[in-house]
Structure formats: structure tokens, C-alpha cells
């Protein structure tokens, strides 16, 4: 049989990884997906550049929209990423017929609708394994290896760029701005890295990840996000001396009120196995009621271990592109018309578990006016924690650190809470509060 023919639109850093691995894999994938699989035509602004990655015998153009044009090319891949350009080119290919192969997690989390929407009118499939987690196969757990499941939660380390300025600064006991030009000479962080440092990456995975949990249409404008620019070495220090680690976590979870959906770096018992990814690794753990907890490991990012993910689901999309369009896979896990409209609950109404810390004086009284506080507001202690005064630096001895753990506690009466302490004359400085999970 002739082989399916693929077009590519961008040819960086996946893009190649996704033509080299599917020449040095060619046998393997044919006879996985029944039929040869072949990029055949791609679009790149920079067409020279482009034929020497491909060499002569695939046609390369500068405009995307030729590829999309070409009524040989079955498939699609989306690898220019971003809102703009990209959405508009995902439509009209999907317009034309064709099934869509996208890393873009961006685009998804935020018009994954109407994307969705118009590719089911169509009659074909917008796959997207590589959106999320690079190449952990974990759209594949979540939408088919755990169907039988009612989920319960997910959470994850989806982003490597933050992990590795976490686990940087605590191994070298650095502060983020350091850690984080660092990580930019290294090639670890993007020149522009708003995306990963402030959460919004995440928070474009974990709303995908969770429209295909719980069956909701994706919502990342209900999403709370949190990045790691105000951790301080020293609160990563405290974490570990109480058995967590901080890491930035993508969560999303079902409760009696509604869905939860948020990234914000937490701390994590340092024997949870995610609380000991490092570097630029990526884990997502899921529980679901009948599978209990399960872990998925690896690499989130980079040419080819992405590329395994583009080329999972272009044999996926081999397999299944006769099929009748309702005996697919649905994009989101549930069939379109049985979706849910579970409410994705405000920041306010999460319920969860608190570190904080307070810088105050250190004088008779703090302790229980700061606790009594606490009290006052319901707010149960798990832990509190005080440092020898001396061991403040440049305070003289007349100040001191705070820790103090809670119980779950709702995030609304948290804050108010706070803002209360933080009027006490005795808390000398802005009050750290960094959110807790227990993952079990
Ligand atoms: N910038 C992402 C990360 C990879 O640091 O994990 C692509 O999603």
C-alpha cells in the first residue's frame, strides 16, 4: 500500500527529530502501522536550512499553506507553535481534510474547543500527545490505558525548565534569579522564559490533562497559575528540613464541589518517587479509583523524545483514518456530546495544606498571638517550627523565623488569615505561603 503522506509545518527542534526518527525507524513503524509513514513536504521560512535537514527528495516550501493545498498530503503536523499564525493553519487544515498531528499546547489549552469542535464536523482526528509531557505517552494513559477509571487526581511536573532551576537551587542553596541566568547560559531557559517561570506552560498542559480526566471542554482561563519566581533558597531549605521538597506542581482534582485546576509550586514529602525528579525530567502521577496511584516518567521536552510522541500519533492517526469517525478515539477522552459541565472551582474554594513562614520579632507572645490567630480562624496546625534567633543572619538576635505546617484548610480562609497576620506589628516582613500536598 502506498505510503501515508505527511506534511510538516516547521522544521526546528521536533520537526527534525520527527524526520530523523522516522527514517531510522522506518521498518519498525510500517510494520506497527500497517502502512509506511512519510514526510513528504515541508513548510519552513527558512527553506534552505530546511532541504539540508530533509535532503533532496522531500519538497520544502516557505509557505505553509501550500502544504495544506497539496491534496496527496493525508496528514498534518502543527510544529510552529503559538496562538496566532498556528490556529489559523490548524483550521484551514482541518477545513481541507486533513488530520492534524500538534505539539502546541498553547493553542490547544486555549482554542482546543472550537479546534476540537470543528475536527469532529470534519470527520478527523487532531492528535497531541506531544502537548503534554513531551514524551510520556500520558494523553494515551489518561484517554485509553485508563478508561475504566473514575479519575481522582492528577499532578505533575510538567515543565523541565522550572524543575531544573528547583532542583539547582537546591542542591547550590541559590536564589532563582541566579539559578535562573544559569539556566539560560546553559540552554536550559528560553532567552524569553515567562512561559515556563511564571506556570503558564504547565497550566496549558494541566487544563488539557484535565478536560480528558473528568470530560470537561478545556478551560485554561479558569486555571490558577503560579510560578516560581518569588521561591527563596531559604524556604527550600526549611522544606527540606521538615522532609518535603519543593517542586512546581500542574494539579487537577475532583471534589464534592467541582474541579480543581491549578500550578503553584508546593511542597512534596521527599519520599513521595515525584518529589526525586530532578533536573529537567517530567512525572505525572494519576489516581484513579479502580487503578489507585500510578507514575510516568520522563523526559518533557527536546528533538526526539518529542518526536516519539509526534510519530505515536501519526501511526495512531495510520491506524484509525478509515475507521468511522465515532469508533475513534475521542479527542477528549468522552464522546463530544457527553461532556460535563462540572464547575472548575475558584482559587478561593481549594482545599489544601499550608507552609508558611513568618519573619517576627522575637519577644514573649509571638508565637501564641500568631497561633491564636490561627486558631480563631479555624485553622488547624499540623507543625510549628521556630529557628534560634542567632541563626537569622544580621538580625541582632531580635528576629526570627516562623514555620508553621496546617491541615487543609480552604485557600479563602487562608488568605483572609493572612492578611490578618500580616498586620501584627511582631511580623516584621511579608508573610511566605507556599501550598502543601501529601500525594497520597
Ligand atoms: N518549555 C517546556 C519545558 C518544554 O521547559 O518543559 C515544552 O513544553
Known sequence: MKPIQVGLLGIGTVGSGTFNVLQRNKEEIRRRAGRGIEITMVADLDVARAQSIVGPDVKVVNDARAVIANPEIDIVIELIGGYGIAKALVMEAIAAGKHVVTANKALLAVHGTEIFAAASAKGVMVAFEAAVAGGIPIIKALREGLTANSIQWIAGIINGTTNFILSEMRDKGLDFAVVLQEAQRLGYAEADPTFDIEGVDAAHKVTLMSAI????????????????????????????????????????????????????PSLVP????????????????????????????????GSEPTASAVIADLVDITRLHTA????????????????????VLPMSEVVTSYYLRLRVADQAGVLAKVTGLLAGAGISIDAVLQREADEVSGEGGTSTDLIILTHDTREGTMNDALAQLQTLPTVLAPIVRIRKEELN
Open 324 to 343: 468511522d469517525p465515532h469508533h475513534r478515539v475521542p479527542h477528549l477522552a468522552f464522546q463530544p456530546d457527553a461532556l460535563s459541565d462540572l464547575t
Open 213 to 264: 480526566a473528568f470530560g470537561i471542554p478545556v478551560q485554561f482561563d479558569k486555571a490558577y497559575v503560579e510560578g516560581i519566581t518569588q521561591l527563596g533558597a531559604t524556604d527550600i531549605k526549611y522544606a527540606e528540613q521538615l522532609g518535603y521538597r519543593i517542586k512546581l506542581l500542574g494539579i487537577t482534582k475532583r471534589t464534592a464541589k467541582g474541579i480543581e485546576l491549578r500550578v503553584h
Open 270 to 301: 521527599s519520599k513521595r518517587l515525584i518529589a526525586n525528579v530532578e533536573g529537567a525530567m517530567n512525572a505525572v502521577v494519576v489516581n484513579g479509583d479502580a487503578v489507585g496511584t500510578t507514575l510516568y516518567y520522563g523526559k518533557g521536552a
